[in-house]
């Protein structure tokens, strides 16, 4: 048995203590983080181990985006994908010797910037074409793998507050479900979540810090997904989040998804 964590933490450094709440109550094998907003070298490595996670593989960079897996039980780095073209550092993927060989991708996927057009928002577009090269990617995969992480799309009515409202807002537009779906198709993969929590049942990853009433306007969206090969999703038996980290001191405004495999 082998339980995988998510959680965009925007600032690592920052929420540690949330973190380390998150570890000790639930006490993942393996934790995925997005958004750690620091260099390799200011990643803090020591509160980790001394919480039992002594492996890690970081792609960070100065100030913004940047991905971390660390882990209690052995990890190998085994891949560095730059799917924006850029150099931003948003993708680590690591091999779990001891799991079958089971693959574990981290991606941070771009939010798109606000206007839902490619020629007036150039982000947009860059978001698309990281999808249509992930796409291509996934298409190759031959490897039971395991992709995680913020993708900063809600493609399910029931992932969004208001989906009338919210067609034409940036994360749950119909191309960007559309893109999205295709991603998915590539490589047959399952979506996790939805597997264990049903669609239409609501199931929200993200609520807005303009939005100070977070928990009474519940106006969240799912935007952190897992998404696994079809025979490593079939092994999947449980699937948790912990909406109350939304409200911990000083929270991201994201909360951990937690999957547990029988491997």
């Not at 969004?160 to 119909?174: A, E, G, M």
Request: charged share 30%; aromatic share 12%.
């Amino acid at each position: 048995m082998i339980s995988i964590a998510t959680w965009n933490i925007n600032s690592v450094r920052l929420r540690m203590p949330i973190v380390e709440r998150f570890l000790k109550e639930e006490a993942p094998d393996v934790l995925c983080l997005q958004e750690i907003k620091c260099q390799e070298h200011q990643f803090p490595f020591k509160a980790f181990e001394e919480l039992g996670y002594n492996h890690f593989a970081i792609h960070g960079q100065k100030g913004y985006h940047g991905v971390a897996t660390v882990s209690r039980v052995p990890i190998t780095e085994f891949s560095r994908h730059d799917w924006q073209d850029n150099g931003e550092a948003r993708h680590v993927g690591v091999e779990l010797p001891d799991h079958d060989g089971m693959i574990v991708e981290n991606v941070y996927i771009p939010a798109g910037g606000d206007e839902p057009d490619r020629e007036k928002n150039p982000k947009f577009g860059q978001k698309l074409d990281f999808f249509e090269r992930m796409t291509r990617w996934a298409d190759t995969i031959d490897r039971p793998t395991l992709i995680v992480g913020d993708f900063n799309v809600a493609p399910l009515e029931s992932d969004v507050w208001n989906h009338k409202q919210l067609l034409k807002v940036v994360s749950h537009t119909p191309i960007e479900v559309e893109t999205l779906q295709r991603f998915k198709d590539a490589h047959g993969f399952t979506d996790i979540g939805r597997e264990h929590i049903r669609d239409p049942e609501r199931y929200y990853s993200w609520w807005s810090y303009r939005s100070k009433d977070w928990k009474v306007n519940d106006r969240g969206r799912r935007l952190d997904h897992m998404w696994a090969s079809p025979d490593l999703a079939a092994q999947s038996t449980r699937h948790w989040l912990r909406e109350d980290a939304r409200d911990w001191e000083k929270p991201s405004d994201h909360i951990p998804l937690i999957t547990e495999f029988d491997l």
